[in-house]
């Protein structure tokens, strides 16, 4: 296990070792074979590879790649083939030969899918097997497309995909209905005769899956498990994606370590929730029984250490985010000047900002603060058809209704409306459709802003383009995007920012977003303002801070939380597309559920029991990478 800053960090490594290889074995006459994943994890190797091909001469002609699976169904040209991905993410910009490429094919008939998976393996051991394998994993733990139930033996197969692989396929393939349901893809086996693996996960999304699959015993529920028997494999990870793992949560399991105010307070909680006890009710023998004797000598005894750590949550604990007026600020999360502050809130994503902190928000303004809202991206990427449909149709009713001649409006309505009816399933967006889809999603912003009581003049939609124009996994930040965030940031010095998206996967829009504010913040550095203001992460409806984690919980009421639920609401085009999907829970339901598990556990952990606590840790912007 290497755990790496970022991914672009570790993705640079990788990407050099690969070229030592490629070079040591062009230097002996040998050829390279390369076993390929794809996903958003190794975008950044593919991208630095290519770079290293552009500008330090690396040559692919003696390289053989053979990729992991492609979804059965789908021919070479489908916009979500895995062959048109590694072309557009890495074969394009490399001077390997066509004939060099392997990619299963995903089209054969059912009848030859046998042959031709057992001619994809001979074909392997034809070029002298893998050198180097590269994985991603999946949420099921699945490597390749070996889903569960996948044995060490497997060999390249058809495979039917679970169903949580499906759902997170969804966004690609713009809905789950239109996800195929079978994979081409090598076994277990044939990944494990590669002469090396590496295995890449970013982001918090995959720290459960990482942890499991190296600290639990190798089992086919979690195929990516077998990976430990291998002689040379390494995961590659950043420092979210470790987050799980018993050495990153809880070290004192697994060796002496320093105790640390933060490992202490993590301990102490974690020890709590062991032993289902409040905080101050924690003895010496539940110390000592949990391996953490030590502590208690250096700290103990028990009932001492108890109350800092008790005092500590406590303080977290602040009905005012933006700090209170004429209060001793000593023990409070926020300092009490200026007031009001100027406070701005990025929202990756339209809806972000009410997921994450609607009743935070709220509560700032009620408190006199001067709030701006950031919406980074359109979220056009979001939007289903069947919403743009009845927008472009409402326009024509109404301009038809009102005897409107044929105005630029209806033009435009006319010719979305049209487009839409010419796409065909996995076409992307044309710029007409995407922007009434940025306009459908403004609308759903403003409406739930508006309960928010944040004033709809101070919503900037900057529509970066980023997103306009990438697609998913494959965003790349340009400067403007860059340079749009700090003009506005240099115009509202803020005294407090509200983000989220560090912990994310990099390629994610959240993430995206995140680095855009990091580097917009580095580029003004040295600006008075920035002495003299705050950041704080929130976090999206699918995860919330441990509580050892948080540093300033904002309690609300039952009615408060039913208000922040009704501004999500508002949010109509990120509802659930079908009763089935809306039969597993619908996201404002999630984000309520949330608030409340937080709250629960400040109870459990003897603090007061409220209805619901929005939660935030405070983060200070590193100097790293400050460029666009
Ligand atoms: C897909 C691919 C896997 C990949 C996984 C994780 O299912 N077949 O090879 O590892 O997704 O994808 P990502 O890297 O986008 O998280």
């Given amino acids: 296990m290497e755990i790496f800053a970022d991914a672009d960090e570790a993705c640079a490594g990788?990407?050099?070792?690969?070229?030592?290889?490629?070079?040591?074995?062009?230097?002996?006459?040998?050829?390279?074979?390369?076993?390929?994943?794809?996903?958003?994890?190794?975008?950044?190797l593919y991208r630095e590879l290519a770079r290293l091909h552009r500008e330090a001469k690396l040559s692919f002609r003696n390289v053989v790649t053979f990729n992991l699976d492609e979804y059965y169904g789908l021919s070479r040209t489908h916009p979500e083939s895995y062959w048109r991905f590694m072309h557009e993410q890495l074969f394009d910009h490399l001077d390997i030969p066509a004939a060099n490429?392997?990619?299963?094919?995903?089209?054969?008939?059912?009848?030859?899918?046998?042959?031709?998976?057992?001619?994809?393996?001979?074909?392997?051991?034809?070029?002298?097997?893998?050198?180097?394998?590269?994985?991603?994993?999946?949420?099921?733990?699945?490597?390749?497309?070996?889903?569960?139930?996948?044995?060490?033996?497997?060999?390249t197969r058809l495979v039917t995909l679970d169903a949580i692989t499906r759902r997170d396929a969804a966004r690609d393939f713009q809905g789950e209905d239109h996800v195929p349901r079978h994979a081409i893809t090598m076994g277990v086996g044939t990944i494990l005769e590669a002469r090396r693996i590496a295995l890449l996960a970013w982001g918090e999304g995959k720290a459960r899956v990482v942890a499991e699959a190296v600290e639990k015993p190798p089992t086919e529920s979690l195929p990516a498990s077998f990976l430990q028997g291998h002689a040379a494999v390494r995961f590659l990870v950043d420092a979210a994606a470790a987050s799980e793992l018993t050495r990153a949560k809880h070290p004192w399991l697994v060796g002496s370590i320093a105790w640390t105010p933060e490992i202490t307070r993590r301990a102490v909680v974690w020890l709590a929730h062991a032993v289902e006890k409040p905080v101050l009710k924690l003895l010496d023998e539940h110390y000592s029984e949990h391996g953490m004797a030590d502590l208690l000598t250096e700290q103990g005894p028990a009932y001492g250490l108890n109350i800092r750590i008790f005092n500590e949550l406590q303080h977290t604990i602040t009905g005012w985010p933006g700090g209170k007026p004429n209060a001793d600020d000593r023990h409070r999360p926020e300092r009490a000047v200026p007031h009001p502050k100027r406070v701005v809130v990025f929202s990756p994503e339209p809806s972000d900002d009410v997921l994450g902190m609607g009743g935070t928000l709220r509560r700032l303004v009620e408190q006199g603060h001067d709030v701006s809202v950031v919406y980074q991206t359109s979220g056009s990427l979001a939007v289903p058809d069947e919403e743009a449909v009845m927008a472009a149709e409402f326009v024509l009713e109404l301009t038809q209704q009102g005897g409107a001649g044929e105005n630029p409006e209806v033009a435009f309505a006319r010719e979305v409306r049209?487009?839409?009816?010419?796409?065909?399933?996995?076409?992307?967006?044309?710029?007409?459709?995407?922007?009434?889809?940025?306009?459908?999603?403004?609308?759903?912003?403003?409406?739930?802003?508006?309960?928010?009581?944040?004033?709809p003049a101070r919503a900037h939609f900057l529509d970066l383009p980023f997103y306009e124009q990438g697609r998913y996994r494959q965003f790349r930040i340009g400067r403007a995007?860059?340079?749009?965030?700090?003009?506005?940031?240099?115009?509202?010095?803020?005294?407090?920012?509200?983000?989220?998206?560090?912990?994310?996967?990099?390629?994610?829009?959240?993430?995206?977003?995140?680095?855009?504010?990091?580097?917009?913040?580095?580029?003004?550095?040295?600006?008075?303002?920035?002495?003299?203001?705050?950041?704080?992460?929130?976090?999206?409806?699918?995860?919330?801070?441990?509580?050892a984690e948080i540093e300033m919980a904002v309690p609300f009421s039952p009615d408060e939380l039913a208000t922040k639920i009704q501004a999500i609401y508002h949010h109509k085009s990120q509802r659930s597309q079908s009763p089935v999907e809306a039969g597993?829970?619908?996201?404002?339901?999630?984000?309520?559920q949330r608030n409340r598990e937080t709250a629960r556990l400040y109870d459990r952990l003897g603090l007061a029991d409220y209805e619901a606590i929005e939660a935030f840790q405070r983060h200070v912007f590193s100097e790293r990478h400050p460029e666009a």
């Fill in 14 to 44: 990788l990407a050099a070792e690969i070229a030592a290889l490629i070079r040591a074995n062009d230097a002996a006459g040998r050829k390279t074979v390369l076993g390929l994943a794809t996903g958003s994890s190794p975008v950044r």
């Fill in 101 to 155: 490429v392997n990619v299963p094919d995903g089209t054969v008939a059912r009848s030859e899918v046998f042959a031709a998976c057992q001619s994809y393996e001979q074909k392997i051991r034809d070029a002298g097997g893998i050198d180097l394998q590269i994985l991603g994993i999946g949420r099921t733990g699945h490597v390749g497309f070996n889903e569960p139930g996948s044995g060490r033996d497997s060999r």
């Fill in 418 to 455: 049209r487009q839409l009816e010419a796409k065909t399933a996995f076409d992307g967006d044309t710029a007409e459709i995407r922007r009434l889809k940025a306009i459908i999603r403004r609308g759903e912003a403003r409406a739930a802003l508006k309960v928010t009581g944040v004033d």
């Fill in 481 to 547: 995007d860059v340079d749009i965030v700090a003009r506005l940031l240099a115009r509202i010095q803020p005294h407090q920012i509200f983000a989220t998206g560090q912990l994310d996967d990099p390629n994610s829009v959240a993430a995206t977003c995140f680095e855009i504010v990091r580097r917009a913040v580095a580029s003004l550095a040295g600006e008075n303002w920035q002495a003299d203001c705050r950041t704080w992460l929130y976090r999206g409806a699918d995860k919330a801070w441990d509580v």
């Fill in 584 to 592: 597993r829970g619908e996201v404002w339901q999630q984000a309520g």
